[in-house]
Nanobody, 123 residues
């Protein structure tokens, strides 16, 4: 059973918006720090954004600052990524992850992953 399930991906024109959701499946993640990563074809998995469990602090990759916003639902078992002003270079599979290492940029420090959702931005 996949512990995290992403949704909300799709095809959008440059300048448009999408809102990704990540829901826990089979266990609770309310005490975990959550992150979003993305992976384009032939490239490594890159950090996008993270949110810390205990105080809600956030951290973003420079490439998405000012355009993307990470947040959690009231029950803290859902995480969202609001993506505005999308660019073709944002095209990738987006993954949600849960860990206990704070606002980490490193995929290896996250313990649980979803299967990803495809985001495609056309020019």
């Amino acid at each position: 059973q996949v512990p995290l399930v992403e949704s909300g991906g799709g095809l959008v024109q440059a300048g448009g918006s999408l809102r990704l959701s990540c829901a826990a499946s089979g266990r609770t993640f309310r005490n975990y720090d959550m992150g979003w990563f993305r992976q384009a074809p032939g490239k490594e998995r890159d950090f996008v954004a993270a949110i810390r469990s205990w105080d809600g602090s956030t951290h973003y990759a420079d490439s998405v600052k000012g355009r993307f916003t990470i947040s959690r639902g009231n029950a803290k078992n859902t995480v969202f990524l609001q993506m505005n002003s999308l660019k073709p270079e944002d095209t990738a599979v987006y993954y949600c992850a849960a860990g206990v290492h704070g606002l980490s940029d490193f995929p290896a420090e996250y313990n649980y992953w979803g299967q990803g959702t495809q985001v495609t931005v056309s020019s």
